[in-house]
């Protein structure tokens, strides 16, 4: 069949913006969003909606209430997300602090990363279901810097409670650190001072006991563009410390002698979870089958459902978490239009599509 080609109308408060259309073999609609035309829109690739529109509340189209047409399968291009590193320094050259040139501090924070982007590279479907096995969502280390200030190094200055430490110390950082750039995600590294003294040092216990809880903190994601999303992690380095350095020889004799097992220093499962929620709009968490949401510290943390996966790939369109993700991408997994559609909403299409 000669290839037509034909103009849809989408409705935008600022112009209308005409994408077009060929058919290809099977006769579908498959969209061809040209650079040239984005990059002489804005310099983000978004496609600029609504902006009459104080919320998404009023989106009513299939684009927007269909999260189907976002669950990820074999051809979608993996969305690497961008993140920032920021550990906390409790003043300079202090015995406490990570060592941006001890290539062994370098690789603890490497080896979270990349224990996150295993988790999510390889759901375990074999033991809970389903049929995806990779989210095609990644996780990308632009950076990692240092921040010097005492009071922010130690999280039991803002609350005594772990849950309240977790959640303060996110806010603190929000309202009162310097970012110098706004397309990668923050995540601060703190620690807490009774954890180091009592626990790292003396083999004790903190009281109250609840301070040395591993608890973290994230944001859920924001229809509000200009909302920046930030990470809080508490005590994940200080562990690691204690572990590698033999401090932990005399109270778990021998396990920890002269380093305890790799399995104890953890962070991965919690960074992961962490992630999930700047990713996920439905809810706080889930105890489906070992699933990345699962707020219990003894779940693999390894599986996430369809309608996660399909609520997290529609978040980096609609959300502002869109605004940390790469790009520049191609696909073998075209967007397929059947129907005319108005898309009434304010949308960021992540992949390049083309027409294969």
């Given at each position: 069949?000669?290839?037509q080609?034909?103009?849809?109308?989408?409705?935008?408060s600022?112009s209308?913006?005409?994408?077009?259309?060929?058919?290809?073999?099977?006769?579908?609609?498959?969209?061809q969003?040209?650079?040239?035309?984005?990059?002489?829109?804005?310099?983000?690739?978004?496609?600029?909606?609504?902006?009459s529109?104080?919320?998404?509340?009023?989106?009513?189209?299939?684009?927007?209430?269909?999260?189907?047409r976002?669950?990820?399968?074999?051809?979608?291009?993996?969305?690497?997300?961008?993140?920032?590193?920021?550990?906390?320094?409790?003043?300079?050259?202090?015995?406490r602090?990570?060592?941006i040139n001890?290539?062994?501090?370098v690789?603890?924070?490497?080896?979270?990363?990349?224990?996150?982007?295993y988790r999510?590279?390889?759901?375990?479907i074999?033991?809970?279901?389903g049929?995806?096995?990779?989210?095609?969502?990644?996780?990308?280390?632009?950076?990692?810097?240092?921040?010097?200030?005492?009071?922010?190094?130690?999280?039991?200055n803002?609350?005594?409670?772990?849950i309240?430490?977790?959640l303060?110390?996110?806010?603190?950082?929000?309202?009162?650190?310097?970012?110098?750039?706004?397309?990668?995600?923050?995540?601060?590294?703190?620690?807490s001072?009774?954890?180091?003294?009592?626990?790292?040092?003396?083999?004790?216990?903190?009281?109250?006991?609840?301070?040395?809880?591993?608890?973290?903190?994230?944001?859920?994601?924001?229809i509000?563009?200009?909302?920046?999303?930030?990470?809080?992690?508490?005590?994940?380095?200080?562990?690691?410390?204690?572990?590698?350095?033999?401090?932990?020889?005399?109270?778990?004799?021998?396990?920890?002698?002269?380093?305890?097992?790799?399995?104890?220093?953890?962070?991965?499962?919690?960074?992961?979870?962490?992630?999930?929620?700047?990713?996920?709009?439905?809810?706080?968490h889930?105890?489906?089958?070992?699933?990345?949401?699962?707020?219990?510290?003894?779940?693999?943390?390894?599986?996430?459902?369809?309608?996660?996966?399909?609520?997290?790939?529609?978040?980096?369109?609609?959300?502002?978490?869109r605004?940390?993700?790469?790009?520049?991408?191609?696909?073998?997994?075209?967007?397929?239009?059947?129907?005319?559609?108005?898309?009434?909403?304010?949308?960021?299409?992540?992949q390049?599509?083309?027409?294969?």
């Amino acid at each position: 069949m000669k290839n037509q080609i034909m103009f849809i109308n989408m409705k935008f408060s600022l112009s209308f913006m005409m994408i077009l259309f060929t058919y290809i073999s099977n006769s579908s609609l498959s969209a061809q969003i040209f650079d040239e035309y984005f990059d002489s829109l804005d310099s983000t690739h978004y496609l600029i909606g609504d902006t009459s529109r104080s919320n998404n509340c009023s989106n009513t189209c299939d684009m927007f209430s269909n999260r189907s047409r976002y669950t990820p399968n074999t051809n979608t291009a993996i969305k690497e997300i961008k993140v920032i590193f920021v550990v906390v320094q409790y003043s300079v050259n202090d015995k406490r602090n990570f060592d941006i040139n001890d290539n062994q501090h370098v690789q603890h924070f490497n080896n979270m990363l990349s224990d996150v982007n295993y988790r999510f590279s390889n759901l375990d479907i074999a033991s809970c279901g389903g049929t995806i096995i990779d989210s095609k969502i990644r996780f990308v280390l632009e950076d990692i810097i240092t921040y010097t200030d005492s009071y922010s190094w130690n999280n039991d200055n803002y609350d005594t409670s772990a849950i309240y430490s977790a959640l303060n110390g996110r806010n603190h950082f929000l309202n009162n650190y310097s970012f110098t750039r706004n397309d990668a995600i923050y995540v601060f590294w703190t620690e807490s001072e009774c954890w180091y003294n009592e626990v790292v040092l003396n083999g004790s216990t903190c009281s109250p006991s609840t301070l040395p809880k591993m608890i973290s903190a994230s944001m859920q994601p924001s229809i509000n563009m200009s909302n920046r999303i930030v990470v809080h992690m508490r005590n994940y380095f200080t562990m690691w410390s204690a572990m590698h350095n033999g401090y932990f020889c005399d109270t778990y004799t021998p396990l920890c002698c002269p380093v305890c097992p790799p399995s104890w220093i953890g962070g991965g499962a919690q960074l992961a979870h962490e992630f999930g929620h700047f990713l996920w709009s439905d809810g706080v968490h889930t105890t489906t089958c070992n699933n990345i949401m699962d707020d219990h510290f003894a779940t693999l943390h390894n599986y996430l459902t369809t309608n996660q996966l399909s609520s997290f790939h529609r978040a980096t369109s609609l959300l502002n978490v869109r605004n940390y993700v790469n790009c520049n991408y191609s696909s073998n997994d075209p967007l397929t239009v059947n129907t005319s559609e108005n898309w009434d909403l304010d949308i960021n299409i992540v992949q390049r599509y083309y027409n294969q």
